[in-house]
């Protein structure tokens, strides 16, 4: 697979400390998505980014930070503010213009908090 | 409010029986739907999106904008059918779109 990438694949984080999740891709997409994955859940959106330098709060972004200085690169950190970080979190991305067009999503990160 | 239900959490079938994985949504605009698909150990996945009105691993869903509903069909399933399944639903708000996600349907297709 490539495309689009994650890492790390397993985090572990002691409360307290804030960690930066890492999401790349070499699609030439605009837009980027961060969720968040839980059991019974499904996925809730973070954050998300149309284009470079601009982007927008999701449902759940309380404790979450992200930047997007770049294209190929949305990173999103995890405050030391989340109040249950443990989770399984992906990384999408998409092509502008067309609602249309799929979102392709990454392998994900598993956060634990210990 | 603008959201995407899944009422089954957990759906169990015997191989070659028909399957339905219901998806009812709630969306004030046009809507755009779309199911995803996420097999054991791999990457969620677009498995088809309803403007398309295409066939895609003999998986089909028909939007009735009446019932508000985006079903997803199969008359005879398959073992490796089995994952999770999401419907979702394009937002558009202030020039900006995102996908709502249903909590997902978890298939089980036994031999």
């Known amino acids: 697979d490539g495309g689009i990438t994650q890492s790390p694949k397993y985090l572990f984080r002691k409360e307290g400390q804030n960690v930066t999740l890492s999401c790349e891709q070499n699609?030439?997409?605009?837009?980027m998505y961060w969720y968040r994955q839980d059991p019974g859940q499904g996925l809730r959106l973070i954050y998300y980014?149309?284009?470079?330098?601009?982007?927008q709060k999701g449902d759940i972004a309380e404790g979450y930070s992200v930047s997007r200085e770049k294209k190929e690169s949305f990173p999103l950190t995890v405050t030391s503010a989340q109040k249950n970080p443990t989770a399984f979190y992906l990384c999408?991305?998409?092509?502008?213009?067309?609602?249309?067009?799929?979102?392709?999503f990454g392998p994900g990160t598993r956060l634990t908090v210990l | 409010a603008q959201r995407v239900t899944q009422p089954e959490k957990l759906l169990s079938v015997f191989k070659g029986a028909p399957v339905e994985l219901k998806c009812n949504y709630s969306?004030?605009?046009?809507?755009?739907l779309f199911w995803y698909v996420q097999y054991s150990r791999q990457r969620l996945q677009l498995l088809l999106r309803?403007?398309s009105r295409e066939s895609i691993k003999g998986f089909t869903a028909d939007l009735n904008k009446g019932e508000t509903s985006f079903h997803l069909k199969k008359p005879f399933a398959q073992e490796e059918d089995s994952a999770m399944y999401y419907c979702?639903?394009?937002?558009?708000?202030?020039?900006?779109?995102?996908?709502?996600f249903g909590k997902g349907t978890k298939l089980t297709v036994n031999p």
């Open positions: 999408a991305s998409k092509r502008a213009g067309s609602s249309y067009n799929e979102q392709f």
């Open positions: 699609l030439n997409h605009d837009a």
């Open positions: 980014s149309q284009i470079v330098n601009d982007f």
């Open positions: 969306y004030s605009g046009s809507p755009e």
């Open positions: 309803h403007i």
């Open positions: 979702a639903l394009i937002i558009t708000q202030g020039g900006s779109e995102k996908l709502v």
